[in-house]
C-alpha cells in the first residue's frame, strides 16, 4: 500500500512521467506494428520473388525445350546421310560386297539395337499437402479468424 | 526546460500526423481521381493473360533412331513501333545480316497495316545463328549509345544506330535433316501456316493428330502474388518408323541410276519383310526436299500422286501370274510338275488370247509355264478354276482393296468381278496374266508376300513404335489374311526359284536363293493394247527357306528396253546385294553351316 501510494505520488510530483509511459507504450506500440508489416513486407516480397522465379523457370523450361529440340536436329544435320557420306567418301572407304564380309558366331551378340531413348515422362503434380495457414496472408488469416469467432458453434448431438 | 521537453513530443507528434494526413490524402486523391477506374481496369486486364500452349511436334526416328523429322528453333522479328527509334538502323541490319528488302521494311515499319496497329512482323523463321547476330548488335550498339550518352564527346549532330523497339519470338519449326530423303513415307509439315498448320501426306498426315498432341489452353497469372504453375503441356508421341535409313538411301540411290540409265518416266522400289510386313525402304521418284516443300507444285504435276508406291495404280502384268499359279496350286488343280500343251492361243470368252512372243511353247510343265511367262498357259488355269473361286483368291490376296498401310494419299482401283458392267469373260483370261486389272506397287507387294511367308498375309506398315509420355510402346505385327495353305505357297516359292535358276535370270545373286518373276504390261491406250511402252517389273525375296526380304521393282515406261526382265531384274540384283550386307544377311551356304553348328 504505501509502495502504491509512493508511485502515485511521484507521478504527481513529476507529470512528465505520465508522457514518458505514455511515450514509451506508443513506441511499444510502433515497434511492434512496425514488426508485423515487417513481417507481412518480408512475406509479401518472398512470394513476389516466388511468383517471378515461377515464371522465369516456366520460360526457362520452355527455352530448355526450344535448346534440346535444336541441339538434337543440328546433332542429325551433323549425321546425315549426306554429311556421313562425305566423310566417307573423305576417308577413302567404300561400301562392302558379300566377297568382303567374313561371317562368324559370336554368342550371346543379339544384333545391332536401336539408339532411342524415351524422354521422361511430364512430372505429375502432387496434390498440395501445405496446410492452407502457410499459404495465406496475413491479413486473409486475421479476416479468416474474425470471421471463425463469429460462428455459431457446432451443436453436437447426443 | 519541461516546456522544451513537451514541445519536443508536439513537433514530434505533429509531424508523424502530418506525414500520416498527406498519405490519406493521397490514397483519397487516387480513389477518387476521374482517371482511377481506367487505371484499375488496366492493371486487371494484365494480371490475367490468356495462353494456348501448342506441345512440341514428335519427332520421327528411323528404326534405329537416326532422326528423321525433328523440331529447330527460329526467331519471329518484331518492331513495335511505339518503342522503335531507327527505322533505317533496323532495316539497314535486317537487310545485311537475312538479306531483308531494306525498302520492304522500312515500308512496313512506316506505314503499318491498319490503325492502332503499333506491333509489325518484318521477318519469320529467321535462324537462331542470324538472330542471335542480330541479338548482340542490338545489346553493341545499345552500349554504344550509353557510351556517348555519358561522353564529353557528345555531339548533337551525332546520333547513334539503335536497335531499340526490335523484338525477338523464339518458336520451333519442323526440320527435316535428311532432306529428301524418305521424303515420299514421311510427308511434311505446313509449320508457316501458324495455327492451320497441318501434316501433309505420308506419316505427317496419317499421324497428325498424334504426332501434334493436344494443344491447351490457360490463364497466366501475371501478379507475382497469383502465380500457378501452368499445366504440364505433354509433347507430341514420336514415332519410330520401320524404314532403316541405310537400307532407304541405298534404294534411293539405286533407283535413281537406274531411272538414268534405263530412261523411265518414274519407278518405285519397295523393301519388305515379309515376316512382319514391315516396310524397311520404299524409295520413289520424284522426291522433294522437304524443308522447301513449298516446291511441291514443281516436282508433282499432272495430279500425281506424291507417293506413287502406295498411289499410282497400274496394270502389273506377268507378277501378277504369281497369284494366278499360287490359286491355281491352293485349289488343287496343278502342280508343279502338271503338264500343259502351250498351242500360243487360247480363246476366252471367244476373244484369243495370246503369249507375249506370240508363240506356241508346245508341251510345258508349270515350272516352264511361269519361267517362259506363258500367257496362254495361265489363263487357261484361270478358266479351269472359274471366275468364282479365281476372284475370291486375288479378293484374299488383296486385289481391289486398300491395303491399309500407315500412310496417307493411298490408292485403289475396284477389281472388276463377273455381273459388273465393264466385265467380260474375257478379263478373266487377261486378268490371270496381270492385264485389265489396275493395282498400286504396295499392293501387289502385300500379296505376294503371302506366297514369300508361307501362305500368311501380313499388314504392311511404317510403324514400329510410338514413344509418348516417356515410354516406347512396339506395335506388332498383323496378320491380314491366309489366301493359300503354306504348301502351296512354300511350294510355288521352290518353283519360282528354279525358274529363276533355270532361265538364268539376270536377277540371281551369287550365294544366296532367290525366288522372283518379272513383269512386263503393256500400257493400254484409248484404242486398247497399241503402244510400245510398258510398266517393267520384278517381285523377288529371299533367302527363299527362311525369307528376310520381299523387293518388289517397278519401272514406268523405260526407253532403254520394255521387258522386265532386262529393265527391272538386274536392279533387283544390285538392291539384293547391298541389302544382304546391310542386314547382315549371310550366304546360304555360311547360313546353313552356322544352323548345324548350333
Redesign the interface.
Known sequence: MAIKNHLIQAYKQAP?RT?TQN?ALFMIGLVIAACVIWIMVTV?VK??????E??WL?SEKL?L???I??K??Q???A????QMQKRIDGMGFR????AD?T?I?IDGFT??Q???S????????PPLLIKQIYTQSLSDWLWQGALKLTEKPEVKLP | MKNQSFIRYWIVGFLMLAFSLLILGRVIYIQTNPKAPEIIKGGEEGVITIHIAYPERGNIYDRWGALLAGNMEVYELNADLNKIKDKEAIASVLASVIGADYGHLMAVMSTPPAKNVDYVTLARFVPKAKAEQIMELQKQYAADAAKRTSSLLKKNDDKPPSLFGLEFSPMLIRTYPEKSLAANIIGFYSYPEGLNAQGYFGVEANYDSLLGGRPVAYQQQNDPLQVKFPPQIAPGASLVLTIDRDIQKMAEEVLDNSLKENGSKGGTIIIMDPKTGEIMAMAVHPRIDLNQYWDYGKVYSDDMPFNRAIGTTYEPGSVFKVLTMAAAFDAGIVNPDTEFLDTGTVYVGGIPIHNWDRRAWGQQTMLGCMQHSLNVCLASLAVELGPTRFYEYLNNFGIGHLTRIDLAGEGNYPMHLPGDPFWYEVNLGTNSFGQGIAVTPIQMLTAISAVANHGNMMAPRLLHSVIQDGEERAYPPQLIGRPISQESADTLSKMLEASLSLESSKALVPGYSVAGKTGTAEIPTPKGYTSDVTNASFVGWGPVDDPRFIVYVWFEKPTSDIWGSTVASPVFKEVVEKLVVLLDIPPDNIRQEFAQTR
Not at chain 1, 512470394?47 to 517471378?52: C, E, H, P, R, S
Not at chain 1, 561400301?95 to 558379300?98: D, G, L
Not at chain 1, 524415351?118 to 503434380?125: K, L, R, Y
Open positions: 512528465w508522457a511515450g509479401s512470394t513476389t520473388d516466388a511468383g517471378l515461377l515464371n516456366v527455352r525445350n526450344r535448346e529440340a535444336s538434337n536436329a546433332i542429325a544435320d549425321t546425315s546421310s549426306e561400301p562392302a560386297t558379300p564380309i561371317y558366331v544384333g545391332r536401336p539408339k532411342i524415351a524422354p521422361p515422362p511430364q512430372s505429375v503434380q
